[in-house]
């Protein structure tokens, strides 16, 4: 009972420290909403790499979570019927909106982490997102996914890898893999980061039953996941 009630507490603190960290990364993000897009200016790499949805299986209805000031959703909205573009931040909302013209884009508010669409898509796309979902909450969140995808519909996402984490502040404290972001005045905030390894990430998939490819490409990763099959 002892022993019991000690995992309990553990649980309990890492999820309030999961609590923190998910609303301080928010905070980063509307605070830092002007300069999202700096990374894509400097860092040919990141150039390269939004060209990698020429190549990529993007039809039809497409849900984009995470959009950020919709770098990408340009980019889905010429390959796809439509797109719902998703991010729980109103700044960088407001800067994909103003650079995204196209009739069949809409974009939407939400915490990622409750909201629940009421139809089903042929791709869910999420770019740089995986790597800030907390380990203990991986699981639920590809559950949600293959909800969200509409039958022989693909899950597709691009994100760093280990490499990545050589140009970041890593903290090696608390319960939650994280990294130390600063913006222009001077403010911290720290963000959950998980770099995640391409063959570590597609085995675990397979664990939850998808089937998924995922390769390097620099220090970044490309996925591709079909979801579990449904009940017979």
């Known amino acids: 009972m002892h022993d019991h009630q000690r995992s309990e507490d553990t649980q309990a603190t890492r999820g309030t420290e999961e609590d923190a960290l998910l609303a301080e990364q928010l905070a980063y993000y509307r605070a830092g909403a002007a300069v999202y897009d700096r ?4 860092r040919a790499a990141l150039q390269r790499l939004l060209t990698a949805v020429d190549d990529l299986p993007v039809i039809g209805d497409v849900l984009e979570l995470a959009c950020g000031t919709g770098q990408w959703t340009s980019l889905l909205a010429a390959r796809a019927r439509s797109v719902t573009a998703v991010d729980a931040s109103a700044e960088v909302l407001a ?3 103003a650079r995204t013209p196209s009739p069949n884009v809409r974009f939407l508010q939400a915490d990622l982490f409750e909201w629940r669409p009421s139809r089903r898509y042929d791709t869910v796309f999420f770019a740089f997102w995986l790597s800030h979902v907390p380990p203990t909450r991986l699981p639920d969140f590809w559950n949600s996914v293959a909800a969200m995808l509409a039958p022989g519909g693909k899950a597709i996402f691009v994100d760093d890898g280990p490499g990545a984490a050589a140009s970041e502040e890593v903290l090696t404290e608390g319960p939650v893999p994280a990294v130390l972001r600063r913006l222009d005045d001077g ?6 980061k998980v770099f995640h390894d391409a063959g570590t990430l597609a085995r675990d998939l397979t664990a939850l039953g998808w089937s998924v490819r995922v390769r390097p490409s620099g220090e970044n990763l490309i996925g591709i996941a079909g979801p579990p099959a449904g009940p017979t």
């Open 39 to 42: 990374p894509y200016a400097e």
């Open 187 to 192: 403010s911290e905030y720290r963000v959950v």
């Open 95 to 97: 800067i994909a909106r």
